[in-house]
T-cell receptor
Framework: DAEITQSPRHKITETGRQVTLACHQTWNHNNMFWYRQDLGHGLRLIHYSYGVHDTNKGEVSDGYSVSRSNTEDLPLTLESAASSQTSVYFC???????????FGQGTRLTVV | GIQVEQSPPDLILQEGANSTLRCNFSDSVNNLQWFHQNPWGQLINLFYIPSGTKQNGRLSATTVATERYSLLYISSSQTTDSGVYFCAGTNSGTYKYIFGTGTRLKVLA
């Protein structure tokens, strides 16, 4: 069965460190997304990609970057982790024309 | 971008009760989905429903695209229905899902 997986599921890191969260999908979807979920804010879009070598900023992109070198993966990098980036991060794929989106299990990131 | 409003924000039900959750969009949407976030944090797909009505067991959903709203019906609620229900849609010309702030449902045994 096709799936979308995130790793790690939990991570604790120190302020100022670079962190990369992995997202891998086997749906062969062109569209991939990264969201963060915080109390009181729901899910907010960080970055998204409509295909290989395409990346776009979402509404809360400061301090984050993504790259898309193949269809299956969209890693999210925190260049210099800050306490404000403590959150639960969700990756999604799909959501194209007449196509539903599917979400990974989430990564809980704590920046200390 | 589009705004998504969900109501009610919180809901407490006795097991066996029925409920209706609503999602309003400020503009027309192309893709519309309902999700259930369970107590473990997983986002589970419930319905992909840009228009019309769908049913899956005790759950059903209706989207009236011309009036920019969608409804999620839960019948004979069970404690396992507890969690947060989100609707999300994409605006014309993009595939970015914009989420509502959710309805937090608690079903009491």
């Amino acid at each position: 069965d096709a799936e979308i997986t995130q790793s790690p599921r939990h991570k604790i890191t120190e302020t100022g460190r670079q962190v990369t969260l992995a997202c891998h999908q086997t749906w062969n979807h062109n569209n991939m997304f990264w969201y963060r979920q915080d109390l009181g804010h729901g899910l907010r879009l960080i970055h998204y990609s409509y295909g290989v070598h395409d990346t776009n900023k979402g509404e809360v992109s400061d301090g984050y970057s993504v790259s898309r070198s193949n269809t299956e993966d969209l890693p999210l990098t925190l260049e210099s982790a800050a306490s404000s980036q403590t959150s639960v991060y969700f990756c999604a794929s799909g959501g194209g024309l007449n196509t539903e989106a599917f979400f990974g299990q989430g990564t809980r990131l704590t920046v200390v | 971008g589009i705004q998504v409003e969900q109501s009610p924000p919180d809901l407490i039900l006795q097991e066996g009760a029925n409920s209706t959750l609503r999602c309003n969009f400020s503009d027309s949407v192309n893709n519309l989905q309902w999700f259930h976030q369970n107590p473990w944090g997983q986002l589970i797909n419930l319905f992909y429903i840009p228009s019309g009505t769908k049913q899956n067991g005790r759950l059903s959903a209706t989207t009236v695209a011309t009036e920019r709203y969608s409804l999620l019906y839960i019948s004979s609620s069970q404690t396992t229905d507890s969690g947060v229900y989100f609707c999300a849609g994409t605006n014309s010309g993009t595939y970015k899902y914009i989420f509502g702030t959710g309805t937090r449902l608690k079903v009491l045994a």
